[in-house]
């Protein structure tokens, strides 16, 4: 069975990911980004809350970030996670490559697609996914 392009982006993906940043985080427990965000903490990758609104506090044992460009330096995130519309992500995707120093994979979450943040991606040879589900596709990769 061969693999497609988008496969193989992914296996490298989840192969590589340690730190997540996990863009439009939630604190309600109901939203997909709450269970996508506990089940990668479970499955011992750190998680890094990143949402305005919450900023400040600490949710599942991290400090929630205001936006990408506040996460310090010495959090060596590589992976980017966006649970945002797709009309978000191009800042995203630009605010990411600016200021995380050890980023590698650009993720966007199922239903969120852009065609800006893919060409940024492939400029700063990135691995991009988009319009799937980190949870699902680790969950496949790991069992």
């Not at 479970?42 to 506040?70: F, H, T």
């Not at 605010?95 to 400029?123: K, N």
Request: proline share 5%.
């Amino acid at each position: 069975m061969t693999q497609n392009s988008a496969d193989i982006s992914i296996d490298r993906a989840i192969s590589g990911v340690r730190v997540v940043a996990v863009v439009g985080f939630s604190a309600n427990h109901d939203r997909p980004v709450w269970g996508v965000s506990h089940y990668m903490q479970n499955a011992g990758l750190r998680i890094i809350p990143v949402n305005p609104g919450l900023a400040g506090q600490v949710l599942m044992g991290e400090k929630v970030y205001a936006s990408l460009a506040d996460i310090p330096p010495e959090i060596a995130v590589d992976t980017v996670d966006v649970f945002r519309r797709s009309d978000h992500v191009a800042a995203i995707a630009t605010e990411a490559v600016q200021h995380l120093p050890h980023l590698r994979t650009l993720w966007l979450q199922m239903g969120v697609i852009s065609p800006e943040a893919r060409a940024l991606a492939a400029e700063k040879g990135l691995i991009f996914v988009e319009d799937r589900c980190l949870k699902v596709e680790h969950r496949l990769r790991a069992g």
